[in-house]
């Protein structure tokens, strides 16, 4: 049976309730709040017992039964005191101290600029190249993140980091991280943005270093890929929280059978669905809102997306039939 239980604990530990930690700094959140959790139990264990103990022994007995006068205990008056203010006092210092740490970067740490935007994250190295939805690091390597937002608050939570830190449209925002263990680790969005809030997902992905530089080597990221494959790439990165690859529609319409249909507007009679409507779509999506569908919902991605790419979603719609 116990067996049993700390099996299922470890499952659930595993996949969602704060799944193990690989970073350091994430390792002494646990350990304070793990301190906090016992704290919280034993003065909660304390506190409780002691209620219904004293409760039971002292109960009234008789009808005549009077309560001792006893004005105050010098002793006891300090000691509850001066406990409680000692364990608050542990808090603080060790919170402080973790607090620290978490804003002072190591001055030689790897660098990476996030974007949050509705509904996805974007990735800039400094060698130049980009990456959607994927964040690549080494490991073993002090990684700084410097973040902003292009429209609303987001929040960058990666819970195998114990990290979460508010994207906020025009200022920086920072964390650093020291990831032991290759792996891949989800990242949520954990402040409500708008309708595909939840759909707005990422994955870190840990590299051994050799691997790490292979990849940030490669100069073209769409090197051997089809012109579908970029367009399933960048569909995987930027459109999946908004657009299905199903006729099923999201926040938008879905993509399959899409390219050559007869487009029904709210807002401009209809068109045929080929390749300057889907560029259209992608650059200037005000322009046509699809009948049953809300305006101004999709934002513009212009000067986001290079021609090969554009050129790689219109491929990649087009074998969705
Ligand atoms: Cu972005 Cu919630």
């Known amino acids: 049976m116990l067996s049993f239980i700390f099996q299922t604990i470890s499952a659930a530990h595993a996949s969602t309730f ?14 304070l709040y793990i301190f906090l959790i016992w704290a919280s139990g034993i003065s909660c264990f304390l506190v409780i017992g ?21 004005s105050h205990n010098n002793t006891l008056e ?25 804003h002072h970067p190591p001055k030689d740490a790897f660098e990476v600029h996030v974007t949050g935007q509705k509904w996805f994250w974007s ?54 991280f020291h990831a032991d263990k290759p792996g891949t680790y ?11 809030h939840s759909g707005m997902l990422a994955k ?15 100069a073209d990221p769409y090197l051997n890929l089809s012109m579908a494959d970029i367009g399933a790439k960048i569909y995987n990165g930027k459109c999946i929280a908004c657009h299905n690859v199903t006729a099923e529609k999201k926040v938008g319409p879905g ?9 029904q507007f709210d807002d401009a009679g209809e068109v045929t669905a080929d390749e300057n409507y889907i560029r259209e779509s992608v650059l200037v999506p005000t322009a046509k809102t699809v009948a049953g569908f809300p ?27």
């Open 295 to 321: 305006k101004g919902a999709m934002p513009s991605f212009q000067g986001q997306l290079s021609e090969k790419e554009i050129m790689g979603i219109i491929e990649y719609i087009k074998t969705l039939h």
């Open 204 to 218: 870190v992905h840990v590299l051994p270093r050799a691997e790490f530089e292979k990849w940030l080597g490669e």
């Open 123 to 176: 990735f800039q190295y400094k060698s130049g190249k980009k990456s959607d939805a994927e964040l690549f690091v080494p490991v073993d390597q002090d990684v700084r993140l410097i973040m902003t937002s292009t429209d609303v608050l987001h929040s960058f939570y990666v819970p195998a980091f114990r990290f979460k830190q508010d994207v906020v449209p025009g200022r920086y925002t920072s964390f650093w």
């Open 255 to 263: 993509f399959l059978g899409l390219f050559g249909k007869k487009r």
């Open 78 to 102: 300090f000691l509850w005191s001066f406990i409680p203010f000692v364990i608050f006092m542990i808090v603080f210092v060790w919170g402080w101290w973790i607090f620290h740490e978490f």
């Open 186 to 196: 989800q990242v949520f969005c954990a402040e409500y943005c708008g309708d595909s």
């Open 50 to 70: 002691g209620f219904i103990y004293f409760g039971i022994i002292y109960r009234r007995r008789t009808p005549n039964d009077k309560t001792p006068y006893i």
């Open 18 to 31: 704060m799944p193990p930690v690989v970073t350091k700094i994430g390792g002494e959140f646990d350990s």
